[in-house]
Nanobody, 116 residues
Framework: QVQLVESGGGLVQPGGSLRLSCAAS????????MNWYRQAPGKERDLVAR????????YYADSVKGRFTISRDNAKNTVYLQMNSLKLEDTAVYYC?????????WGKGTLVTVSS
């Protein structure tokens, strides 16, 4: 079955960096685009970044453009989100997502807290 497991969240000060990882299994990872979403308290879940199967095409929400970088290692079935220059408003639960076999799959999420 499809599984997505996020890791790498934590507490960081404003201006700091974190690297999130999402380990995928149960499908041919290299064939699918992968997404990172986030959900802040009391808000909707929003798309943060997307990377297509070849790793060469990416998309970023305006709020993170220039600060976050999505990448993937198809040999390790893992997608990453490098987050730099973190701001208070980046505080959220970050979810890995894949649309596989006509269904949406989600990880359980990893909490990122940006606080001084």
């Amino acid at each position: 079955q499809v599984q997505l497991v996020e890791s790498g969240g934590g507490l960081v000060q404003p201006g700091g960096s974190l690297r999130l990882s999402c380990a995928a299994s149960g499908f041919t990872f290299s064939n699918y685009r992968m997404n990172w979403y986030r959900q802040a308290p009391g808000k909707e879940r929003d798309l943060v970044a997307r990377i297509f199967s070849d790793g060469g095409t990416t998309y970023y929400a305006d709020s993170v453009k220039g600060r976050f970088t999505i990448s993937r290692d198809n040999a390790k079935n893992t997608v990453y989100l490098q987050m730099n220059s973190l701001k208070l408003e980046d505080t959220a639960v970050y979810y890995c997502n894949a649309h596989v076999y006509a269904m949406d799959y989600w990880g359980k999420g990893t909490l990122v807290t940006v606080s001084s």
